[in-house]
């Protein structure tokens, strides 16, 4: 076996002992959801483009990005998200080979708690929570492998 | 006018003597005994070349049997002799059995393709009117067969606390199979509305 042969083997071998040993790469959305005369969807959110034309959102047809980026997940250990509006906190409890195991807090502007959920989702799957203010709607779209 | 003597006559019947002026001095009774002479030469000719195909075929078809008999003699000679010609026909790799097969299947040709078209096409009918029920059944009503895999698994909430909202959750399903999961949350009273 040739060093480079085994340069590889080793990465991959890190890598996935580094995936097995819980962590996760994320990445999140802010939106808001506003009726407009005309329907806009923000290039930037095209990877949820087919999901929001969908119930419940298709109540809606102007979507804008407030906040968004990746970030890197440690087992046990809550990662802040920044948000436009409120706050919102994920933490990776666990994960067995494609399910990723997570708490995600959300507060509203006022510092109140609008959801405390712990769900099991499926690697590269799309977790979105939302809420309605009057006529309008706040989405929250994370999506971790 | 003098008579032709019948031996002049039978000549012009039998076409020997082919002259027309000949024939033109024939009287009336003449030229009608000379027609019906060589009419009936006509019919007698038929009749013996009719016979003569009749016992072609008929010589012919001996010497076909003939020739097969001794064919199939000569492939018994062939073929080992004892138990071993048991032996061999059992196996299959007998020449005599195999030559056999060939024999009947070159007899029952067209019934065997009757057959084989006539199965094939019960066998087609039969798959396509049972295909329905495979794939009603594959989608599962009732059976534990729809398997799906867990990778394409839903979210699942161990938890899900909404306070001063009412939450609904909803599965959007893609077209790659993969699962949104969507909880929405309404705020119940205005003023968290309008907070928010």
């Known amino acids: 076996m040739s060093a480079r042969t085994c340069a590889a083997v080793l990465v991959i071998v890190l890598a996935a002992s580094r995936a097995y040993a819980g962590d996760a790469d994320c990445s999140y959305f802010e939106v808001t959801a506003t009726s407009a005369k005309d329907a806009t969807i923000d290039p930037e959110l095209r990877p949820l483009e087919k999901k929001l034309k969908k119930p419940p959102f298709a109540s809606w047809n102007a979507f804008h990005k407030m906040s968004g980026g990746a970030f890197a997940l440690t087992k046990l250990k809550a990662e802040s998200l920044h948000l436009a509006r409120g706050a919102a906190s994920v933490l990776l409890r666990d994960r067995h080979d494609t399910r990723i195991e997570l708490t995600l807090t959300v507060d509203g502007p006022d510092g109140k708690r609008v959801a405390d959920t712990k769900p099991s989702v499926t690697a590269g799957d799309w977790l979105v929570l939302g809420t309605n203010t009057k006529d309008d709607g706040h989405i929250l779209a994370i999506t971790c492998k | ?196």
């Open chain 2, 1 to 196: 006018m003098t008579r032709k003597p019948e031996s002049e006559l039978m000549e012009l019947a039998d076409r020997e003597v082919d002259d027309a002026a000949t024939l033109g001095g024939l009287t009336s009774d003449e030229r009608a005994k000379v027609d019906a002479v060589g009419e009936l030469g006509e019919l007698v000719r038929g009749h013996l070349e009719l016979s003569a195909d009749a016992v072609a075929d008929a010589k012919f078809a001996r010497a076909w049997d003939q020739i097969e008999k001794r064919i199939a003699l000569a492939s018994d000679a062939e073929a080992p002799t004892g138990a071993n010609t048991e032996t061999a026909e059992t196996a299959g790799g007998g020449g005599g059995l195999w030559r056999r097969a060939g024999r009947w299947f070159d007899r029952y040709r067209g019934h065997v393709i009757t057959g084989a078209v006539s199965a094939s096409a019960v066998a087609a009918i039969a798959l396509y009117v049972h295909a329905p029920v495979d794939e009603a059944r594959r989608s599962g009503s009732g059976q534990p067969i729809d398997v799906r895999p867990a990778a394409y698994r839903p979210a699942e909430l161990e938890s899900l606390d909404t306070p001063g909202g009412v939450s609904s959750v909803f599965h959007l399903e893609e077209e790659d199979g993969r699962t949104t999961t969507v909880i929405w949350v309404t705020p119940q009273d205005q003023d968290m509305v309008e907070d928010l």
